[in-house]
């Protein structure tokens, strides 16, 4: 990072903990008010709303000529006055451009309002479509997950080390896929089960930013998903990176660049990849950027 990208970084640690002392606030202090954006298992809070709208203002007050992609309001009316179903690829494509804030809010809705933990704030910084740092706040336990690019990775502002490649296979690894992941690829004809029944254990919290979190320190082997969007993972695979696991992606619908749903998959050793990777459907790899 720049001179200035470090007054940027140092900036957003100050802002992503503000921001997260007001989501404890507001648990504590007031009834959660709830609604399903497009199924009972996608919500939105109305501090998702708030505290995007907290995050972008702050953002734009200091770094007005900065661009915002956030999940409530899909990014273009942020900062061009342009709804999203106005918006040309072409003008999408400028936003590579120039430095972009990437938000989620709370990743991890239903955590944060049915059991006040599991979930995060996501705040990451891109430019010309290329990280300069991540940002993940597991606000009820109180951690962030700082990814710098190329100047490694820190929690709590402790520095941590690049970990070894792992050299397990998958009957020793512990795998973290979500029962729509399981649902969407046993419909395209993967044998789900048969592959989970030889790994060791899985784990599903249901926040994809603290799952990568635990990929990229060792907890788990191997995350894959195929319902996240961008602002789920531009943090937290900064992280990820920088402690020398692997994040690879695919687009669903490239057309919807940058606000359709990703392919992604997270993991250590390659080895148990190469295993998972045998079951998945041809459609899926088809779609995966190697």
Same mark, same amino acid.
């Given at each position: 990072?720049?001179?200035?990208?470090?007054?940027?970084?140092?900036?957003?640690?100050?802002?992503?903990?503000?921001?997260? &002392?007001k989501l404890k606030l507001a648990r504590k202090q007031s009834v959660i008010k709830v609604r399903e954006k497009t199924s009972q298992m996608d919500l939105v809070t109305e501090q998702d709303v708030l505290i995007e709208k907290f995050l972008v203002e702050e953002i734009l007050e200091k770094y007005p000529g900065h661009h915002i992609l956030a999940e409530e309001s899909h990014g273009l009316e942020c900062y061009t006055g342009v709804s999203h179903t106005e918006a040309s690829q072409d003008k999408v494509n400028c936003d590579r451009d120039a430095y972009t804030w990437v938000i989620d809010p709370i990743d991890g809705t239903?955590?944060?309002?049915?059991?006040?933990?599991?979930? /995060?704030?996501?705040?990451?910084?891109?430019?010309?479509?290329?990280?300069?740092?991540?940002?993940?706040?597991?606000?009820?336990?109180?951690?962030?997950?700082?990814?710098?690019?190329?100047?490694?990775?820190?929690?709590?502002?402790?520095?941590?080390?690049?970990?070894p490649v792992r050299q397990?296979?998958?009957?020793?690894?512990?795998?973290?896929?979500?029962?729509?992941?399981?649902?969407?690829?046993?419909?395209?004809?993967?044998?789900?089960?048969?592959?989970?029944?030889?790994?060791q254990a899985h784990r599903?919290?249901?926040?994809?930013? &603290?799952? &990568?979190?635990?990929?990229?320190?060792?907890?788990?082997?191997?995350?894959?998903?195929?319902?996240?969007?961008?602002?789920?993972? /531009?943090?937290?695979?900064?992280? &990820?990176?920088?402690?020398?696991?692997?994040?690879?992606l695919g687009r669903k619908e490239k057309s919807s660049f940058p606000f359709g749903k990703l392919l992604v998959a997270a993991y250590r050793s390659p080895s148990i990849w190469e295993e998972a990777w045998d079951h998945l459907p041809q459609c899926v790899r088809d779609k995966f950027i190697q």
């Open positions: 990072m720049n001179h200035e990208e470090r007054g940027m970084h140092e900036f957003a640690c100050t802002l992503i903990q503000t921001a997260g &002392l239903i955590n944060y309002y049915r059991f006040g933990k599991d979930y /995060a704030i996501s705040l990451a910084l891109y430019r010309y479509g290329s990280p300069v740092f991540g940002l993940v706040y597991d606000v009820a336990n109180n951690v962030i997950f700082n990814g710098r690019h190329c100047e490694g990775a820190l929690m709590n502002g402790a520095r941590l080390n690049i970990l397990e296979r998958l009957n020793k690894a512990v795998v973290s896929m979500s029962l729509r992941t399981m649902k969407e690829f046993a419909g395209l004809g993967m044998d789900v089960l048969g592959m989970l029944s030889k790994v599903y919290i249901g926040c994809a930013s &603290l799952e &990568l979190c635990k990929v990229a320190n060792g907890e788990y082997d191997l995350f894959i998903s195929s319902n996240v969007y961008e602002w789920d993972v /531009a943090a937290a695979r900064i992280f &990820l990176e920088q402690r020398g696991g692997i994040f690879i």
